[in-house]
Nanobody, 128 residues
């Protein structure tokens, strides 16, 4: 059983990247899946989430309009398409799942109270 986040890299300001969160050994669509990011020394920020059943989508205010989350059930993968990246988007991006299936928001960010699987982070670096 594994959850793996990948697709990070170095991109210039204004550029784009697509991150993938791939599950193996379990069915991702049965879980809510969220993307988080963290900069060393700062709190982890929940930036986007997709629920299990309806596939309802939520975004943190900081990424709304620039990031798009989606899920491919056939590939058992959740994606995060990021456009117009800015230096402040530089962080380690991780994904996590919650069998409760929902995406609670607290103070404008995604806030899982628990998680079942956590994918090791992938570094996104945006140069100015």
């Amino acid at each position: 059983v594994q959850l793996q986040a990948y697709g990070g890299g170095l991109v210039r300001s204004g550029g784009s990247l697509r991150l993938s969160c791939a599950a193996s050994g379990f069915t991702l669509r049965w879980y809510a899946t969220a993307w988080f990011r963290q900069v060393p020394g700062k709190e982890r920020e929940g930036i986007s989430c997709i629920t299990s059943r309806e596939g309802s989508i939520s975004y943190a205010d900081s990424v709304k309009g620039r990031f798009t989350i989606s899920r491919d059930n056939a590939k058992n993968t959740v994606y995060l398409e990021m456009i117009d990246l800015q230096p402040e988007d530089t962080a380690v991006y991780s994904c996590a799942t919650d069998i409760q299936g929902v995406c609670p928001m607290v103070n404008g960010t995604i806030s899982f109270s628990r998680y079942d699987y956590w994918g090791k982070g992938t570094l996104v670096t945006v140069s100015s």
